[in-house]
Nanobody
Framework: QVQLVESGGGLVQPGGSLRLSCAAS????????MGWYRQAPGKQRELVAT???????NYADSVKGRFTISRDNAKNTVYLQMNSLKPEDTAVYYC?????????WGQGTQVTVSS
């Protein structure tokens, strides 16, 4: 069983920055794709960004140029650096990790962008 622990959410003013972290632990033999999704109230969960084992990345159009996803394979951790935050970025952010024999979601961390 693989557990994901997220941290770094909070309240920030428009234009501000936050950094999310997600650490995986448990029966991990190999991790493939790591990513972040978000769900705003009344909306479906949507992809924010993913990063593959080799480092290739994929971003939603709405966050390109503002968010950066990265990973530390030695620590089984994925990060999301969020800059120039907008009120429409307000959502619960979920970490998602796919490995050889598992697909796990984090518990979610709230990000609120408001003045």
């Amino acid at each position: 069983q693989v557990q994901l622990v997220e941290s770094g959410g909070g309240l920030v003013q428009p234009g501000g920055s936050l950094r999310l972290s997600c650490a995986a632990s448990g029966s991990i033999f190999s991790i493939y794709t790591m990513g972040w999704y978000r769900q705003a109230p009344g909306k479906q969960r949507e992809l924010v960004a993913t990063i593959a084992t080799g480092g290739s990345t994929n971003y939603a159009d709405s966050v390109k140029g503002r968010f950066t996803i990265s990973r530390d394979n030695a620590k089984n951790t994925v990060y999301l650096q969020m800059n120039s935050l907008k009120p429409e970025d307000t959502a619960v952010y979920y970490c998602h990790v796919i490995g050889r024999s598992f697909s796990s979601w984090g518990q979610g961390t709230q990000v609120t962008v408001s003045s």
